[in-house]
């Protein structure tokens, strides 16, 4: 009986569309069929400060992973195990292969997010939460000063004349490293300067899954958007 429970146990992911970081954890379950018992923890509403889910997660941020005794933080962790759990080649298993997806994640989620993401992009919608109108000014030109050296490192040795992040096939990497980079679609960032990037953004956006994965973000998008038009 125990073991019959271990085989049907559901696997839920606490999530919010409009997170940049969920979604690459929603578009790789939905194009390697991974069933997910899919949680929402609005964060329009802050639903992710409520004790209910600080007693599950109290980094109170989203993705979050509970599968059986495992609980997982971190969008890269939750990709490379769901990878791992059902054999994608997503995530190679030869050495030097998976060192350069894990190398790729890595530096998604440190310089290229905090320089792109955080810097020339978040502040115009007003995160992080409660920052002033002139930190969010020096964060955005700084943003946009650094941010093209990472562009240029994506464009041009990482990507180059290859389909994907790492190569001609698709990669844990692309998942994440195309969630973050329609984030600059908020803000209308020019990518035309690296052509490299916007052929690739195409290749991801192509894929299948992707409309339904970025529905919410994109209609979150158009009512920003539309209220940013609203006369004072």
Request: glycine share 6%.
């Amino acid at each position: 009986m125990a073991r019959e429970k271990s085989r049907t146990r559901t696997v839920k992911l606490y999530y919010d569309p409009i997170s940049t970081v969920s979604r690459p954890v929603m578009m790789f379950a939905a194009e390697h069929g991974i069933a997910l018992e899919f949680e929402h923890v609005d964060l329009l509403t802050h639903q992710n400060r409520e004790a209910a889910y600080a007693a599950i997660n109290p980094n109170l941020v989203v993705p979050f992973l509970v599968d059986g005794d495992l609980s997982l933080g971190e969008s890269s962790s939750i990709l490379k195990y769901l990878a791992d759990k059902v054999g994608s080649p997503a995530y190679p298993t030869e050495l030097k292969a998976r060192a350069k997806v894990n190398e790729a994640l890595d530096w998604f989620a440190t310089n290229f997010h905090e320089y792109y993401c955080v810097m020339a992009v978040y502040p115009h919608l007003g995160i992080p939460h409660g920052v002033t109108p002139q930190l969010a000014e020096h964060m955005i030109a700084f943003g946009e000063e650094h941010a093209p050296r990472w562009l240029n490192v994506l464009d041009r040795h990482m990507i180059g004349d290859r389909a994907f992040v790492c190569g001609d096939q698709i990669s844990l990497a692309d998942y994440l490293g195309a969630s973050f980079v329609v984030l600059g679609e908020a803000v209308a960032f020019d990518l035309s300067p690296y052509p490299n990037i916007e052929r690739w953004i195409a290749r991801m956006k192509a894929r299948p899954t992707w409309d339904a994965t970025y529905a919410a973000f994109y209609g979150f998008l158009s009512a920003v958007q539309a209220q940013a038009r609203i006369p004072a």
